[in-house]
């Protein structure tokens, strides 16, 4: 299963873009990226998912590089409530073993 | 949008009494449901894998016995801990996703007290 690796804590100043990285160089080529969010004592939000291409949705964006091997969450206006757990998980899909492995998570700070 | 109902939000109950959450799609046919543990500041780690009419996979290390998981219905999942002890309290997460559609929704939690 692919593993991922982020950074276990980043700052982010209110209303500038947070920009959360997330290294994930064995992932295979049928294997998809996603993001999700935990707010503290909350289940996980889901905030964006891709394959190859970069994505954007009303939360967030999501940038993949050429390579798949590395990606990059941004929101773009972060505000005190965008603070949380983010987890970039790959989801592994093979017949009869599908599941979603949460790794350890960035824990985004939002600053005033 | 997709959402997921997990109930009770929080129970306590004493060492050795058996425990039942619900984790129900109210919106879509859940295909698929999972549950995951997560203790504190610790990520979640999923417990099983469990489709429709079929029997639950449970990940390495989870004791089937001890987790009981029923998915009878293709809206409603439950976890039952079986003589529960101070060491499984924890937080507790359902997810489901629905028939063709890789989302994963998650439900909102239940923090378990075992004392």
């Known amino acids: 299963d692919a593993k991922t690796t982020q950074p276990p804590s980043m700052d982010c100043a209110e209303g500038r873009a947070a920009n959360l990285p997330c290294n994930h160089s064995t992932i295979s080529g049928n294997e998809y990226v996603y993001w999700y969010r935990q707010i503290h004592s909350q289940g996980p939000q889901y905030i964006i998912h891709g394959l190859k291409n970069n994505e954007t949705n009303e939360m967030a964006s999501l940038i993949i590089t050429e390579d798949r091997k590395s990606s990059t969450l941004i929101l773009p206006h972060a505000t005190l409530r965008d603070t949380a757990v983010y987890y970039c998980i790959v989801r592994v899909a093979r017949l009869g073993n599908e599941k979603l492995t949460f790794g350890t998570g960035t824990r985004l700070t939002i600053i005033p | 949008g997709a959402v997921v109902s997990q109930h009770p939000s929080w129970v306590i109950c004493k060492s050795g009494t058996s425990v039942k959450i619900e984790c129900r799609s109210l919106d879509f046919q859940a295909t698929t449901m999972f549950w995951y543990r997560q203790f504190p500041k610790q990520s979640l780690m999923l417990m099983a894998t469990?489709?429709?009419?079929?029997?639950?996979?449970?990940e390495q290390g989870v004791e089937k016995d001890k987790f009981l998981i029923n998915h009878a219905s293709l809206t409603l999942s439950t976890l039952t801990v079986t003589s529960a002890h101070p060491e499984d309290s924890s937080f507790y997460i359902c997810?489901?996703?629905?028939?063709?559609?890789?989302?994963?929704?998650f439900g909102s939690g239940t923090r378990l007290t075992v004392v």
């Open positions: 997810s489901a996703r629905g028939q063709g559609n890789w989302g994963y929704t």
């Open positions: 469990s489709n429709e009419g079929s029997k639950a996979t449970y």
